[in-house]
């Protein structure tokens, strides 16, 4: 493989990275991410769950939580009516 090749494969890598690190660049993100991972609960927490550790409106959460699941960083489920 000649270096060309080589430079078009990591620009590749970057462009499939760019939503995933354009999500996790964001500080309200990363502090929305370390509250889902410090949470002992295996189903996953609600938008109301996180809005209380974050401080942050349930509108703000909901968006920051799209913007990491449209960029396959947090999975969402349903169970009923509630999201998790």
Same mark, same amino acid.
């Given at each position: 493989?000649?270096?060309q090749d080589q430079l078009n494969i990591i620009k590749e890598d970057f462009i499939?990275?760019?939503?995933?690190l354009l999500a996790? &660049?964001?500080e309200t993100r990363q502090s929305t991410l370390l509250v889902l991972m410090g949470t002992d609960c295996q189903?996953? #927490?609600?938008? &109301?769950e996180i809005t209380e550790q974050t401080h942050l409106s349930r509108p703000?959460?909901?968006?920051?939580?799209?913007? #990491?699941r449209d960029a396959g960083v947090i999975l969402m489920?349903?169970?009923g009516t509630k999201l998790y």
């Open positions: 493989m000649n270096k499939n990275c760019q939503k995933v996790i &660049g964001d189903t996953g #927490l609600r938008v &109301g703000a959460v909901s968006h920051h939580l799209k913007v #990491l489920h349903k169970e």
